[in-house]
């Protein structure tokens, strides 16, 4: 028996016996988390650089500080999340009260992946917590340095407690575990694996997947700060990052001189060698390198293009002249190459974005609020930004999760308690009052009111 196995069976018999973590031994597990990663901040940096020459500026923003900010926000309002929550009863019930209890779900499976593994690891585990379910992470064999480094951690400061990382086990083993709860991030391709394998126990899942992220930028727009702010949400993590804009639709009479604005900005942020920069990540392995390579030669080069396979390298590129048809455009691109299509009128790009897959992310870069209005309404995605990239998830207030083919289900701020939590919904019925209509036998007086009132309603 292995010892995931061990660790279910042992969790399963403390929920079943009625046991649960008081919401105080559920803040302390999460203080233990914050500590866990402060006083191992500079080896959890050195491991991300290890997997991703991720730099230390870079993990600090993307992962560690909004990794902390949202464990503390979790800490800080636990208690009244975890609380009671009271509801009203309908005239047919009058004289009761409703009552929702916040109830964690059980056994949960929390599975990760490579482009951020601090993040995308310890977030969702953290909201599992909070919600008071026994959790068991799978972390992504693609970042080593980073997975064995959490490992590590993560069994030393939980160890006997209700949270372990899972090491041997493959997610296809841990996916034949019945399990209460899964929160899989990953591809479409394993979301649909751990959606089939979920669904032969009925068991609820939420999946953080990804798509392609279309973003306009309108003729209205303010140019050089939608340059800057679209280079820095494309090429962070070198375009790893699954809410990044995978491809750019720019107005017509703005082209020329946003392509040139673009070439600054990347040369503003990474330098005219973005390799010599200590401030561009590379790719995670030689797999994702060939099939980023495989579509780099497409339609006319802006900028960037050029590769390193021995350091993994692929600059900053931007190719436009690009047709929806084209190979680049079927699939979502998940690195450092941004594909550009002119348009004349909104109206004839929403219909065509409208009729691809649901992306996780969009955004609209300009003043003009009809068209921006038209965007946000007419183009269905997970959520964005409108004059920003990315930065919507950095709110704890905004529940970030996919749509269609992109994902289902949120987490972020108090929707990942949600998320990891059922509201068992409970009447509280007076014993003093007890209306006879709707009690057998129906006799004529009752089947005439019972008449009326189907009328009156």
């Known amino acids: 028996m292995s010892e995931v196995t061990n660790f279910l069976t042992k969790e399963q018999m403390v929920f079943q016996s009625g046991s649960r973590m008081t919401v105080a031994e559920r803040k302390a597990a999460l203080a233990k988390l914050i500590n866990m990663l402060k006083e191992n901040r500079e080896q959890l940096f050195s491991a991300l650089y290890d997997d991703l020459h991720k730099s230390e500026n870079e993990a600090a923003i993307s992962e560690f500080i909004p990794l902390v900010t949202a464990i503390r926000y979790l800490h800080k309002n636990l208690r009244r999340f975890a609380a009671p929550s009271y509801a009203g009863a309908s005239i047919a ?43 068991v992470l799978k972390m992504s064999p693609l970042a080593p340095a980073t997975t064995r480094m959490l490992e590590q951690l993560i069994n030393k400061t939980f160890a006997n407690e209700h949270v372990i990382a899972a090491k041997d086990e493959s997610i296809e083993e841990l996916l034949e575990q019945n399990w209460d709860y899964i929160f899989f991030t990953g591809g479409i391709r394993m979301g649909r ?48 990052t699954c809410a990044a804009p995978d491809y750019l639709l720019v107005h017509k009479s703005i082209q020329p001189k946003f392509m040139n604005m673009l070439r600054k900005e990347i040369i503003n942020a990474y330098g005219e060698n973005p390799e010599e920069s200590p401030d561009y990540t ?108 990315i930065m919507h998830l950095c709110s704890p207030h905004l529940p970030f999760g996919g749509v269609g083919s992109s994902g289902m289900g949120s987490y972020h701020g108090k929707a990942s308690f949600n998320t990891f939590t059922h509201n068992k919904s409970i009447l509280i019925q007076s014993t003093l009052l007890n209306f006879p209509m709707r009690f057998p036998p129906f006799g004529t007086l009752k089947k005439a009111i019972i008449k009326l009132i189907t009328k009156l309603i």
């Open 93 to 135: 019930n009058f004289g009761g009260r409703g009552k929702i209890i916040k109830e964690p779900y059980g056994n949960v499976l929390v599975v990760s992946t490579w482009n951020y593994p601090l993040l995308l690891s310890i977030e969702p585990l953290a909201a599992a917590i909070a919600a008071g379910n026994s959790v």
């Open 193 to 240: 694996t751990v959606a089939e394998a979920a669904a032969k126990n009925l068991t609820p899942t939420t999946l953080e997947l990804g798509g392609k992220n279309p973003c306009i930028v309108d003729a209205s727009a303010d140019l050089k700060l939608a340059a800057k702010r679209i280079v820095w949400g494309k090429f962070m993590n070198a375009g790893q």
């Open 282 to 389: 590379r790719i995670i392995n030689i797999n994702h390198y060939n099939r980023l390579s495989a579509v780099i030669n497409q339609g006319k080069l802006v900028t960037g293009g050029e590769r390193n396979p021995d350091s993994l390298y692929i600059a900053p590129t931007v190719i436009e002249d690009i047709q929806w048809t084209d190979p680049i455009m079927e699939n979502e691109i998940f690195g450092p190459i941004l594909p550009v299509i002119t348009f004349e009128t909104p109206d004839e790009i929403l219909p065509i974005i409208a009729r691809r897959p649901k992306s996780l992310s969009g955004y609209y870069f300009g003043s003009n609020r009809k068209n921006m209005k038209k965007f946000l309404t007419s183009v269905s995605f997970g959520g964005g930004c409108v004059n920003d990239t």
